[in-house]
């Protein structure tokens, strides 16, 4: 499961420790609420069907899959089924892809999520095996999934604006420069991002 709250805060006053911009922020924002999805496939095909649609539609469109397809859309069920019944329940023809190559991964063995690697690059190396599964959606897989303390999602824009913010910044940091920042967070970038989308969602910072 995904860094819990003792955990969380934990993290965060190591960073306000390491760096007067993080207390002074943490003084401003306060602690976050954890960020924690159940382990496994439902939860990442969950994230492929929530791709590019608002919140709302994805429930709507996943209700209508486990209705068709049983309680967490088993991995044979979405292998097996046709075009027509994937569309009538919202899923485009790229999406189906998707959620066929996930299912096709865990069929034969080559995806368990009960025994990821251990190590963050080879986990997401494998988690992006699965066609639409980017770095982004690897990463937040196993930090709210999997509560991995140190996953570092650099390349998230809200995560970027408020690291920005919360260094005070003049502009904010580039994808590089994020990922080259958080060098020093070590081994609490996992709660660095946590606090960051809190942050991002305040005037205050």
């Known amino acids: 499961m995904g860094l819990g709250q003792q955990q969380l805060n934990a993290g965060i006053d190591a960073l306000a420790a390491l760096d007067a911009n993080f207390a002074r922020a943490l003084g401003h924002a306060g602690y976050p609420e954890p960020r924690i999805r159940a382990p496994g ?7 492929i069907v929530g791709q590019q649609v608002s919140v709302a539609a994805a429930n709507s469109i996943w209700n209508k899959l486990e209705a068709g397809f ?5 991995a044979e069920a979405v292998a097996a089924a046709d075009f027509d019944a994937l569309r009538a329940c919202g ?3 790229q999406k ?46 196993l930090l709210f999934a999997e509560g991995r303390p140190d996953i570092w999602p650099a390349g998230d824009l809200a995560v970027q604006e408020a690291v920005g913010r919360i260094l005070q910044l003049e502009a904010r940091p580039s994808e ?30």
């Open 41 to 47: 496939y439902p939860t990442l095909l969950r994230t």
């Open 70 to 74: 049983g309680e967490g859309c088993p």
């Open 91 to 93: 899923l485009s023809g």
């Open 96 to 141: 189906q892809g998707y959620a066929k190559s996930l299912a096709q991964l865990i069929l034969a063995g080559e995806l368990q999520f009960d025994a990821l690697p251990a190590d963050d690059e080879e986990a997401i190396a494998l988690l992006t095996k699965v066609k639409g599964i980017g770095r982004w959606s690897a990463e937040i897989y």
């Open 176 to 205: 590089k420069q994020v990922r080259e920042l958080g060098e020093a967070w070590r081994p609490h970038r996992g709660a660095a991002a946590i606090f960051s989308w809190h942050c991002y969602n305040m005037d205050v910072i």
